[in-house]
């Protein structure tokens, strides 16, 4: 039987936070995780997708010291602390950019470009930068 | 349909605020409703009324207040991104000692959660950006 807080539950949707871009250059990776943290609050299927450049935000290694910007990307291995655990990247992105998994500094799934054009069907909200 | 927008770069520099512009035209023209319109990243600076383009060329800040007046439409600023970029409302002037506030009018500044509640509620959420 369902609780009394389970009943006010409200609408759960699949959104996927599509992170195109490299992490430093421009503001999108960074603004992007601000957003994916406050999603997280709101008890929604969440996942993330790295592919193009956007592969490099969860490099293992980064140094910004030299270009003078705040190094973010531990922030990406806190996610799972607020339970979003769907991470993917795309495997050509990846590929093509000479990186693995191994270099990844959080656990992903890698997909085909195929397999997340399935995965994007799924999705009620999708939300690129 | 209930349609909610999300808006990724600056006026002028980028199309995607014309774009936005033009199809909440279209979407309230065809009986839609538009459940918020946020801004985000450089879309934030769609709201400044400090702007002033030339004579000859289109106002995109002015043409989103008329939308907001005209047909109620919530344009909400997302208030991280306008602290970075200079967008302030009396309240945040005040409180960050600013001596003046450049939000134009129909744009309200709240939080990123703004944005999660409009894809939660809206049927779809449409992206304008790279």
Known sequence: ?129 | MKLALLVNEGPYQHQAADSALQFVKAAVAKGHEIFRVFFYHDGVNNGTRFAVPPQDDRNITVEWSKLAEEHKIDLVVCIAAAQRRGILDENEAKRQGKSGDNIAPGFRISGLGQLIEAGIQAERLVVFGD
């Not at chain 1, 992490?23 to 406050?38: C, D, F, H, Q, R």
């Open chain 1, 1 to 129: 039987m369902a609780e009394p807080w389970e009943e006010e539950e409200g609408p759960v949707k699949k959104f996927m936070f599509v992170n195109r871009k490299a992490p430093y250059g421009t503001i999108y990776a960074l603004e992007s995780l601000e957003v994916v943290l406050i999603s997280a609050a709101f008890d929604q299927d969440v996942s993330l997708v790295f592919m193009d450049d956007g592969v490099y935000q969860i490099k293992k290694g980064q140094d910004s010291k030299g270009i003078g910007m705040k190094n973010f990307s531990p922030t990406y291995r806190a996610l799972e602390g607020y339970d979003i655990e769907k991470l993917f990247v795309e495997k050509e992105s990846m590929e093509s950019r000479g990186l693995t998994a191994e270099d990844m500094i959080v656990p992903v799934e890698i997909l085909s470009k195929d397999e997340l054009t399935s995965l994007m069907e799924e999705q009620d909200v999708i939300l690129t930068f």
